[in-house]
T-cell receptor, first 115, second 112 residues
């Protein structure tokens, strides 16, 4: 298995533009988490899905952020409109089905820069 | 609320010495505590975890201890080596929400 796949790996955009980050979980993993990492705030949980259903989106900073998981093999995190303070590394992580404990498998991350 | 406190934020030790990172959590129902290591420019990866039914777990040079009464848990790295330089995150599983909350991270530097 290729592991958790994220795209793009790097994104540079201008303030006000829409940004879409993508994640493909490991096959058979039915829990998916989106994190944001910055120097100031560390690793923050934004939202997580279980069986494609959003369970907790309390970490989503503003209405400009939205996430979807239309099927078991794909999720998106969208920022519209983007702002410079959204610059961060965004990680997707997945967990095998039925397991609350155990390793979260992180993707390589998307480094977002908003100018 | 859901919170994991981690200290120190930075730690520098001489190669060969030990390093200790400490965390506290707020949810008394938490029963799973993983530790992740993140090397520069890489993704976080699990290095060790501990469940609430044990007080200590070892894996070669790494050990974790858990004090459920005090809601403290710690990571101990002995005989540190240059490749131990990284950011280390503690975390706790919040049972009510089935989600992992991460500490703020400790940047560990090993001096040659």
């Amino acid at each position: 298995d290729a592991g958790v796949i994220q795209s793009p790996r790097h994104e540079v955009t201008e303030m006000g533009q829409e940004v879409t980050l993508r994640c493909k979980p490991i096959s058979g993993h039915n829990s998916l988490f989106w994190y944001r990492q910055t120097m100031m705030r560390g690793l923050e949980l934004l939202i997580y899905f279980n069986n494609n259903v959003p369970i907790d989106d309390s970490g989503m900073p503003e209405d400009r952020f939205s996430a979807k998981m239309p099927n078991a093999s794909f999720s998106t995190l969208k920022i519209q409109p983007s702002e410079p303070r959204d610059s961060a590394v965004y990680f997707c992580a997945t967990v095998p089905s039925g397991r609350r404990e155990g390793e979260q498998f992180f993707g390589p991350g998307t480094r977002l820069t908003v100018l | 609320g859901e919170n994991v406190e981690q200290h120190p934020s930075t730690l520098s030790v001489q190669e060969g010495d030990s390093a200790v990172i400490k965390c506290t959590y707020s949810d008394s129902a938490s029963n799973y505590f993983p530790w992740y290591k993140q090397e520069l420019g890489k993704r976080p990866q699990l290095i060790i975890d501990i469940r609430s039914n044990v007080g200590e777990k070892k894996d070669q040079r790494i050990a974790v201890t858990l004090n459920k009464t005090a809601k403290h848990f710690s990571l101990h790295i002995t005989e540190t080596q240059p490749e131990d330089s990284a950011v280390y995150f503690c975390a706790a599983l919040y049972s009510s929400a089935s989600k992992i909350i991460f500490g703020s991270g400790t940047r560990l530097s090993i001096r040659p």
